[in-house]
């Protein structure tokens, strides 16, 4: 099932895509409490997506998607953390950090060269938490902080948790997995490359507000045979910058989920971004959004994400 967040008039509504592909059925109008929200969905397990699906084929209540505004599919996630694991996003990031640090120097772009994979990155996953309030939708307008003045979009695939746990190991992590869906972690690069002197990881390099975006739906993990075949493609203003896959991740979702949850419980409804694609964002081209880009991402199995960044005023 394709399950969003939508507003169509009487509030945010759980919807789950028609096979048509261009008609909602509301889940919330069955009354259940356990389809009331995506959040209540996925803390009802089997039992409540048995019912989304037995609402799904009755379809007692549709809606067109053309006359509702999607939402994040989970508008206030419990917790939202993010990995970095394609190898060519790690080695050739830092490569643009450091050809930025030179152009706000007054050194001139030295251009690309040759970047490397840290070994840390090899031997386990490493990832960061951000602001859970800082999220929006499929559509949503994305107005860039007055302070940066680098814009960059970064393409990724993120899990929902559908079952909590702790010390999951990875063979079981999948079982926990409820969905898949495509996250968009905007980045002002300027500010990133002079918060991150101070070894803490990104903050407002990352954390303002709809610096997170989710969407356009989630797709339940018994739609994705294979996570690693994704084909992830990004398009700015039409024109195609990143066609990737996820198969050269360092570290799976298993992997991830177990680091994760070492010593540490996982609740239903956290998201994980698995981190941004191989050549999955601006920084290793060394390009940067405008103001009025859209930016598109679309990913196999799961749909596709757009959005329009603005100049704050």
């Not at 975006?213 to 739609?223: K, N």
């Not at 994704?230 to 066609?243: E, M, Q, S, W």
Request: aromatic letters at 8%.
């Amino acid at each position: 099932m394709k399950l969003a967040t939508f507003e169509g008039g009487r509030g945010a509504r759980l919807g789950a895509l028609a096979a048509d592909g261009e008609t909602l059925v509301c889940l919330t109008s069955t009354g259940q409490p356990m389809l009331a929200s995506m959040q209540a969905l996925i803390e009802a397990g089997a039992e409540g997506l048995a019912a989304a699906r037995a609402a799904l084929e009755e379809a007692a209540e549709t809606v067109p998607l053309a006359d509702v505004r999607l939402l994040a599919p989970l508008p206030l996630p419990p917790q939202i953390r993010d990995a970095s694991t394609a190898p060519r996003h790690i080695a050739n990031a830092p490569v643009g950090m450091r050809r930025l640090a030179a152009v706000l120097t007054g050194d001139g772009d030295p251009g690309p060269f040759e970047g490397t994979v840290p070994d840390i990155y090899k031997a386990q996953p490493i990832f960061y938490i951000t602001n859970r309030f800082s999220v929006a939708g499929h559509g949503d307008t994305i107005t860039w902080p007055r302070y940066s003045d680098y814009m960059d979009y970064e393409l990724e695939v993120a899990v929902v948790i559908g079952k909590g746990g702790r010390d999951i190991a990875a063979a079981d992590a999948m079982e926990h997995v409820f969905g898949f869906t495509i996250f968009n972690d905007f980045s002002a690069r300027d500010t990133q490359l002079r918060e991150m002197q101070g070894m803490l990881g990104p903050a407002k390099g990352k954390s303002f507000d709809a610096g997170n975006v989710f969407g356009p739906w989630i797709v339940t993990r018994d739609e994705i045979a294979d996570y690693r075949d994704l084909r992830c493609v990004a398009k700015i203003n039409g024109k195609l910058v990143t066609d990737s896959r996820l198969g050269a991740m360092l570290h799976g979702f298993e992997d991830m989920i177990a680091f994760i949850s070492n010593a540490e419980t996982l609740h239903a409804g956290e998201i994980i971004g698995g981190g941004t694609v191989d050549d999955g964002c601006g920084l290793e081209r060394f390009e940067f959004l405008s103001d009025g880009d859209e930016v598109e991402l679309t990913v196999d199995g799961i749909g596709t994400l757009r959005n329009r960044v603005v100049r704050g005023a």
